[in-house]
């Protein structure tokens, strides 16, 4: 079972300076490699004149990645893209690209400078970051008697259940889709009450 892990609810955009480079942080949801590097390609064009596009990566549930990557694009080796994607894992969110552009102001910032710089910048777009829950959904057909629907309905609504169709006839067909999360819980449920459950097709 994949428990729930937080995901951007939206693209989110914080701009800092350092020694007159500025930093311009760019956070979107993403669920596969190719749409991270869409994006990417997009910043790019958005920003022609930037001396920087650097970026990272995370797929899938941040305690177990399905997949990351990251990219310096032109920084020197590890000051870029290693900062990013470490913050990213630090606040622990999945399902996330993060682009840094820099428009690079005449100071040099040196190895240790430029991986401040680039974690401050993607720290920034984080905090402000809108959140919401991966969820994995389920879905199951249910068979039962008129007299448990109300009840059934009742138990669905406390659990962020949806009732996907519904078909009467000698008894009550119900196909629904929930959170994985609460599958072993309604499986209790229609035991007690007496409900068929099975997996929809």
Known sequence: MTPPYPVPAGIGEQTTEVKKSRFIARAYPVSDRASALRIVAR???????ARHHCWAYLLGNPAAASSAAMSDAGEPSGTAGRPILNVIQHKGIGDLLLVVVRYFGGIKLGAGGLARAYGGAAEAVLSGLPLTRHRTLVARSLLLDFAREQPLRHWLGQHDGEITSVDYDSGVGLRVTLDEAHLEALETFCQAHEIAC???P
């Open 198 to 200: 099975h997996p929809s």
């Open 43 to 49: 910043v790019k064009r958005e920003f022609p004149d």
